[in-house]
């Protein structure tokens, strides 16, 4: 008798509670369009922000909208995209891709450090400690902070302590323009391949006391692209609205501070740069 | 008056003082370096806007830079000279900012120009602009704008002026000497402070291993100023603003306040005596005492520098060894280890502290916290330096300020002082403190936008 009432008791409950559960599912239904669940399957679920969105699923809502084109996801692969835009019947967009470019050339092979550095391994915590050790105030510090905060593995430091991006890797997520205390990471279109490696505001022959390939401010790239490139803080700025393909103003650079970037991620610098041939690093006082 | 069983702030350290070298000797005039160098960005707030052109000829004393709005000082020329130019020139921060060179003429007096005195009768507005034209700023080290911590805020009360006469800070003795040589200066220096901001009483701050000055200072008490002398016991980091107020008046300042929030004003005593001697004449500061100490200096010594010598030129003049490891601007405890010596003297350089390289102990491996808590024991304002430096490590920013309260550390010292795994703990909560503010800078802009 005993368990049966208890049976009854449970059983009616359970079939009370289901059927609530029942209604508020088909009562309280909200509509989501499947397809985002499927436009997220498709998309590299790396959440690097780069499109703007704050992860791969509020992206899939917009892309599912209307709101944004597949090719702003600098991430998946051109398949990729093309897949999402054939599923959605959108046009994929032509998204430029973009990378991470650094205005510093300045390795230990070529700028000098003043003073030597004790104390946290990170490029944040040295640049508070009087600027840091580098004799350059605008340069690499060289303590790869922003090889640590690259989610997919596309910064790497050369032998001289500069940071090496991989053009194919670089998602253009930000990440290192946001770490580095120098500020010396940019975004840009793959496209831009002339490129001003230096953020040095020094005049003149100044900055060669702390570094070989910076830039003296001599004036002779703007004297040779007179439209594309003119002289702005002691720098010169490179207008890429204008026709930016040609290797001309690289030419007559003493220094090799202005360069032409190969999408093999080659440095290719003018005949009248000088030459670097030293390996090790460079000491203060050499010339 | 001398009761040294209370009237200090819990917690603190005691590092070893290494005064004794420099307190006895008296302050000397330090010679014009054939260049001078002076930063625009020698105080917290705006740099100043030059004036003067390249190739013009400045006598001592005339203004070559303008104050660039409220938060900001005007700039005097230190020597008599000629601009050679105008360009990027180092500072202690690393940066490089707009800046003077002056190249002083051979011979070059130390008669300066005079201004337009301020009389001890003039309106407190005409008093707190009279220190803004003479630029200046806190001269124990920070180099906050005087005029601005002076203004007290509507419906704010200022009941006590505190003068800062403990130099915590080891090795330093410029606030000593500036006490012994400059008292009437000071007491000038706090007229016209009383009149700035209509205190009822004035407290000098000095702590017992400079009973000396105290001595002097109460003998040359005016018979019509409010002023008591309270000497108080030696602890690090006593000169800390809050840590004073604590010490004296018996209040805490709260979290995120400023002293006026305890009807309190606290000035340095050799920004004081800078007033006192610059307002009747109605010039601008030139030059400012400093102790050049530590155990790679010959000659040392508390010298009167002019601002903008360069760094190098000092340590030559005071004959600095040739294997120098570390120079430190400011004391040992809170000054900051300059990275190349291009650099020049500025206002809020109270310190040059040299050692050389058998006295610097080299960095020891970082061990891991073994939550010992001293440096709980040390932190002058209760915070929990050991949680936040494990917080630090794991980038835990947001919980380390808003639970720990991490915006309330003054940087002082204490706990990496004593920590014995050697965790760098101040370098943490600084870099820690400026990607916080970073963060809330960026959030600030997004939601203007």
Known sequence: MTILIALLTLGGLTLLLALMLTIANKKLYVYE??????????????????????????????????????????????????????????DAGSEEKQVARLSCAGGLNVAINRAKYEGLGTCRAEALVSGGSKGCAWGCLGKGDCE???????????????????????????????????????????????????????????????????????????????NLITMANNLPLIDYSKNHNTQVPIQRCPTGA?????????????????????????????? | MFNLAKNTFKHGVHPPENKEETNRLPIRQFPFAPLIILPMQQHIGNPSQIIVREGQEVARGQLLAKANGYMSVPMHSPVSGKVRKIANVPVISGQMVQGIYLEPFPFS??????????????????????????????????????????????????EYLLINGIECEPYLTTDHRVMLEQADDIFMGIRYLLKATGAKEVVIGIEANKQDAADHLVGKIPQDLPVRVQVVPVKYPQGAEKMLITAIIGKEVPSGGLPIDVNTVVVNVATTAEIGRLLPHGQGIQERVITITGPAIS??????????????????????????????????????????????????????????????????????????????????????????????????????????????????????????????????FRLSKGIIRKRKANIQQKTNA
Not at chain 2, 111 to 138: H, M, N, W, Y
């Open chain 1, 148 to 226: 640590r905060v690259c989610d997919f593995d596309a910064i790497s430091m050369n032998e001289f302590g500069l940071p090496v991006v991989d053009e194919a890797k670089c998602t253009a997520c930000g990440d290192c323009v946001e770490v580095c205390p120098k500020d010396l990471f940019s975004l840009h279109p793959v496209s831009h391949r002339l490129w001003v490696a230096c953020k040095s505001l020094e005049a003149g022959d100044a900055i060669l006391d702390d570094c070989e390939v910076g830039c003296t401010a001599c004036g002779k790239c703007a004297m040779d692209a007179p």
């Open chain 2, 299 to 428: 000659k040392k010594g508390n010298y009167l520098i002019p601002i903008g010598t360069p760094l190098r030129y000092v340590l030559e003049q005071v004959g600095a060894s040739k294997n120098i490891s570390e120079v430190f601007m400011g004391g040992p405890m809170m000054g900051v280890s300059a990275s190349s010596l291009d650099i020049s003297i500025v206002k809020g350089t109270s310190g040059i502290v040299v050692f050389g390289d058998n006295d610097v102990k080299k960095t020891d491996k970082i061990y891991p916290c073994i939550k010992c808590g001293a440096c709980v024991d040390a932190c002058p304002i209760f915070l929990n330096p050991s949680k936040l430096g494990i917080l630090a490590k794991f980038e835990a920013y947001d919980s380390m300020a808003e639970e720990y309260n991490l915006m309330d550390c003054f940087e002082c010292g204490s706990c990496s002082y004593v920590c014995p795994s050697n965790i760098p703990l101040v370098q943490y």
């Open chain 1, 33 to 90: 369009d499947p397809r985002i669940d499927v436009v997220e399957g498709m998309l590299p679920h790396a959440n690097c922000g780069a499109c703007g969105y704050p992860g791969c699923r509020p992206f899939a809502e917009a892309l599912v909208k209307g709101d944004m084109l597949p090719g702003k996801c600098t991430v998946s692969s051109e398949d990729g995209r093309n897949a999402i835009a054939s599923y959605l019947g959108v």
């Open chain 2, 109 to 158: 007096g130390q008669e300066t120009i005079e201004g337009k005195p301020i009389p001890l009768s003039a309106s407190p507005e005409e008093i707190l602009r009279g220190i803004q034209d003479a630029g200046i700023v806190g001269l124990g080290g920070a180099a906050f704008p005087t005029h601005v911590k002076l203004k007290i805020p509507e419906g704010k009360k200022c």
């Open chain 1, 258 to 287: 202005i360069v032409w970037l190969e999408n093999n991620g080659n440095v290719v610098k003018g005949v009248e740069a000088k030459k670097i041939i030293r390996k090790g690093k460079k000491m203060l006082g050499e010339s």
